[in-house]
């Protein structure tokens, strides 16, 4: 039981003295913000690529905003996304004082790269003749995307963007290369200042373990109710 | 020009693969307010691509077509805006899938029309209720059969207050018992004083409802004339051939 009063001694040492656990809240808060941030808006911009790309396919008018997407697809997915951070921090957004506000443009614009693939997918998946039936009853095709496919597109495709609601949990972690101060940076500072190099790592692991392990269950649950419903 | 014409083509061609195929090959046609016109023919005589053309569907590759005098063929159009005037009822329905019957029926009068959705809802099940489907308007299309569907299909385009239909093959995706309830509303609507046109292999339909018959080959018309005329002393030895194959 010695070892036991031991560890308990350190846990309150390294988490409780100074109210240090308040620091891994905030981080976990922030950790919470950005995933969510960004995958709203890589949802956003995968969308507008994905459509972009799609009536690009046959209309010649659309080739220049189909080059220029092509281009933000090569570099964001040719370069690692902890240089997209360091990038953004120290030379676009260099002036801004908001970090968090940056890692989310970062991982959202970074996001938005993979997503756009999935989207465009969900949208070819869709019946050539629901463009039909739209254009047919005076939708242009623009309105028919909006009103007609995208939802059955989004419908098609919730549970990729589940996962990659998951991927952007944990990539997140990197916030803390440009001073963000995410639940794993937060437990990074507590274990440079307590000296204890297990405790607040390990409890990090278990936090993003959880979250993950619970996520993919709601997703399970939900993507059986999208299967009931549609028989 | 008549004043009664709705839509009248001049040397329509469709062409694919450079000229290869040519779906459609110079087809004069003009459709009257109040006629209903039955296209029939050979699977791949370009039945589809004539009726899918006239609302631009397909984009022609030479030639005109002129809706209500105005030449839709003409780029600087807004074509949206001429097909809310031209209904149209595929084979396989194309209800959307995640709206309800009542969603699907409004959605383009009320974005379309600017219509109230009260307005829109109210004109939506009076037209269910002809059509004996008043009690489904909250229903799913999934949770609908074949007939069923394709009367839903009907009335959502009713619903945009065409001045023309448009219909391709709306009976050759259901099963056999069903047929007759979607075409006893097609005739209905054809009493109504509805101008249609209609591609399909019911030759008894055609017979008792067309005003017009064409019979069209390899991207032409071939005969037209009225129901008699075409069924019972066709002319033309390709159209003799067709009907002694289907009748
Ligand atoms: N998108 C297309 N690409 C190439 N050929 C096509 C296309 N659509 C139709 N066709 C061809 O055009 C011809 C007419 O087709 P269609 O109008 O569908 O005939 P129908 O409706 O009378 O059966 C056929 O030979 C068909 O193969
Ligand atoms: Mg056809």
Redo the contacts between chains.
Sequence with gaps: MEWFNKWTNTLYNTFIVDDRYKTLITGFEKTILITLGALALGVVIGTIVAVIKVFADGNKKLRPLDFLCNIYLTIIRGTPVVVQLLISFFIIFVSSKDGTVVAIITFGVNSGAYVAETIRSGIMAV?S??M??G??????KL?TMQ??IL??AF?NILPAIGNEMIALLKETSVAGYVAVMDITKAANQIKNTTYDHINPILLVALVYLALVMGLTKLLSVFERRLRKS?? | MNDNVIIRTEGLCKYYRGGAIRALDGVDVEIQKGEVVVVIGPSGSGKSTLLRSLNLLEIPTKGHIFFEDVDITNPKLDVNLYRRKMGMVFQHFNLFPHMTVLRNMTIAPIKLLKKTPEEAETKARELLKLVGLEDRAEAYPSQLSGGQKQRVAIVRSLCMEPDVMLFDEPTSALDPEMVGEVLDVMKNLAESGMTMAVVTHEMGFAREVATRVIFMDEGQIIEEGTPQEIFDNPQNPRTQSFLSKVL
């Design positions: 019946d003749g629901q039909e039936a254009r047919a009853l005076g939708f242009s309105r009103y007609i939802p059955q419908k549609e028989r």
